[in-house]
């Protein structure tokens, strides 16, 4: 099966700096990567598609500058959560999907806690 | 705006029960992905379905792909406590493309 990592698992910062998260499709080449928020006991809350070559796609409500998407190349993807702040606390989670079907997979997530 | 509705939102069972998933929207999905995450992780896919009217078995669970392509429902047969977690349903409509989840619905399985 397709597999995909983030690290770090778990960061814990303080407010004001900026914290990297990456997102590795191991196995399988992925020209888009999307990039999830979650709080406790919900649903994913798509932030932003990133997009292998190009700018990353936001959903609406996501800042950019806040969250700043890097799709270097066909495997790796990264956001970084630029002058965090305590709010930013939360649980990020990447997927990818094969080139082939619809199903995307997910990597286990990265917890973030701002201080 | 495609949404997806799960329910219940929450369910708590004893073991060894049954219990039904529903997973529905207006829209029509290209397919359906089911997953469990467990706290902590990220989500681990269980089955995704094509067809409509298409029924796959996962041991005690089965998956269910409404004609229309529109709802499906995931039905797990003598619940155990591993069964615990959150259940996500997603829908896609382009090979590639983002997915809709839907609200997603808590399983709490006691022994």
């Known amino acids: 099966g397709a597999v995909v990592s983030q690290h770090p698992s778990w960061v814990i910062c303080k407010s004001g700096t900026s914290v990297k998260i990456e997102c590795r499709s191991l196995?399988?080449?992925?020209?888009?990567m999307f990039w999830y928020r979650q709080f406790p006991k919900q649903s994913l809350m798509l932030m932003a598609t990133s997009n292998e070559g190009s700018k990353a796609t936001y959903e609406q409500g996501v800042e950019k500058d806040k969250f700043l998407i890097n799709h270097a190349s066909l495997t790796l993807s990264t956001l970084t959560v630029t002058s965090a702040h305590p709010e930013d606390s939360s649980f990020y989670i990447c997927?990818?999907?094969?080139?082939?079907?619809?199903?995307?997979?997910f990597g286990p997530g990265t917890r973030l806690t701002v201080l | 705006t495609q949404l997806l509705k799960q329910s219940p939102q929450f369910l708590s069972i004893q073991e060894g029960e049954n219990l039904t998933v529903y997973c529905n929207s207006s829209?029509?999905?290209?397919?359906l992905q089911w997953y469990r995450q467990e706290p902590g992780e990220g989500p681990v896919l269980l089955v995704t379905?094509?067809?409509?009217?298409e029924v796959k078995k996962l041991k005690r669970l089965t998956f269910q792909f409404g004609d229309a392509r529109k709802d499906s429902s995931l039905h797990i047969t003598a619940a155990q406590p591993g069964d615990t977690g959150l259940y996500l349903c997603a829908g896609a409509r382009t090979n590639a493309g983002k997915s809709t989840f839907g609200d997603g619905t808590t399983l709490t399985v006691k022994p």
């Open positions: 829209s029509v999905f290209s397919s």
């Open positions: 196995d399988f080449q992925a020209t888009t």
């Open positions: 997927s990818a999907p094969t080139a082939s079907t619809d199903t995307q997979y």
């Open positions: 379905v094509v067809t409509g009217g």
